[in-house]
């Protein structure tokens, strides 16, 4: 036997793996005995503990030496503002990777809101839910940027719906919180130019500035909870790049029930863009040019206030929320944090905002009734050759998306 390995059922184990997972060999066996692939896997997880250590050693040296703290106000969030706010919760979601079939990929977006704490007029037929659906077929490399460009769109069309209802008054909407951020980051990174040669980033923005137009004539503030939140805004504060993102570092610095706004979009980005990690200045410096030509088009993109927060309820892995606000029912900030917080579930959003991920929710799995369907339809037509062209490019990855039985 090999030193410092243990053998479990066929396989040679680490002995450092085995107690790191604190797991006897039985259970060891049940769990990971008949996957060597993941053992493999397993075995390098020390080098990520090394990568992390680092980053903390990095990072606590920057926050000391920059005072951090001292430029932050961490503010505990009102438990007094207890206010009933008709709110409409905006989500979006397709499978990434869609379905890989022989005559192309093939891919679905669902769009929805649900109402949440508002009262309709009883004889009107507004809806509390809704949702929109679209299916794509692409033979083309950029499947990805199509359908996140597609989803956002639809996520605004969703928005415009519920604003038309509050200008036509229907339904008196306070806010709508959108599970993801306001300003679609493309629009902010993307040169004017780049989008004018792209006709479906220029739909986007237009979708985009209509939203924020109308939001503002009929006075419904506009939310942003981002949960995969990978950006180091918070890099502007202590001028040197952080070795970790804003949310992992407002998750370890904010205490339960507090909060802090670091800025609008107008003052971070312009500065941000220095501490980038880019392979080229050259590339640094068109970013810089996007973003400033960006917000000197469109004013109403830099009004985005960036804020984070801890509920006083505890959270799923302790973390932050962050948050993007465009305060144009002039509830005020505090006041918005304060309700999101007093909503919060433990998956660290807005519970409304896990009704409506539920709602939308779009496995590739169900996608594989779409291809059948498909499928189906097609060999009506074409026989053969629609079997074909809808068949999976890779057999051998069905199992992924093959419905359980």
Do not use: W
């Amino acid at each position: 036997m090999e030193p410092n390995r243990r053998r479990v059922h066929e396989y040679y184990i680490p002995e450092e793996l085995v107690e790191l997972l604190e797991l006897e060999e039985v259970d060891f066996l049940e769990l990971y005995g008949s996957q060597p692939a993941l053992l493999s896997v397993l075995s390098k997880i020390g080098r990520i503990i090394r990568r992390i250590e680092h980053k903390v050693s990095v990072l606590r040296k920057i926050v000391d030496e920059a005072k951090l703290q001292e430029k932050l106000s961490f503010n505990p969030i009102p438990r007094t503002l207890q206010v009933d706010y008709c709110v409409g919760a905006i989500d979006s979601t397709y499978p990434p990777e869609g379905l890989e079939l022989v005559g192309g990929r093939l891919s679905a977006i669902v769009a929805g809101y649900v109402l949440y704490g508002c009262r309709k007029r009883d004889h009107l037929n507004i809806k509390s839910y809704d949702m929109i659906g679209d299916v794509l077929f692409y033979d083309v490399e950029e499947i990805k940027d199509i359908v996140y460009t597609k989803a956002k769109i639809m996520e605004k069309k969703v928005a415009l719906t519920l604003i038309d209802y509050k200008l036509k008054n229907l339904v008196d909407l306070d806010m709508i919180v959108f599970d993801g951020e306001i300003i679609p980051y493309k629009l902010l990174y993307k040169t004017p130019k780049a989008k004018e040669r792209s006709p479906r980033l220029q739909r986007l923005e237009e979708y985009v500035i209509e939203t924020l137009h109308k939001a503002k004539k009929a006075g419904i503030t506009l939310i942003g909870v981002l949960k995969r939140a990978y950006s180091r805004t918070l890099s502007v504060y202590v001028r040197s790049r952080l070795p970790i993102n804003d949310k992992a570092l407002m998750s370890i610095a904010l205490r339960q029930g507090e909060y802090t706004c670091i800025g609008k979009l107008r003052d971070i980005l312009p500065v941000m863009v220095e501490y980038m990690r880019v392979p080229r200045e050259e590339l640094r410096r068109k970013y810089r040019e996007a973003i400033n030509d960006n917000l000197n088009m469109h004013p109403e993109y830099g009004e985005v206030e960036v804020c984070f927060y801890k509920p006083y309820t505890p959270t799923s892995f302790n973390q932050a929320v962050k948050l993007e606000i465009l305060d144009y029912g002039n509830l005020g900030v505090d006041k918005i944090i304060s309700y999101l917080a007093s909503k919060t579930s433990e998956n660290a959003v807005p519970y409304f905002i896990d009704v409506i991920d539920t709602m939308v929710r779009l496995e590739a799995r169900s996608l594989e009734y779409v291809r059948r369907r498909l499928e189906a339809e097609l060999a009506k037509r074409y026989e053969r050759l629609g079997v074909i062209l809808t068949g999976h490019t890779n057999p051998q990855k069905r199992y992924i998306v093959e419905p359980r039985t």
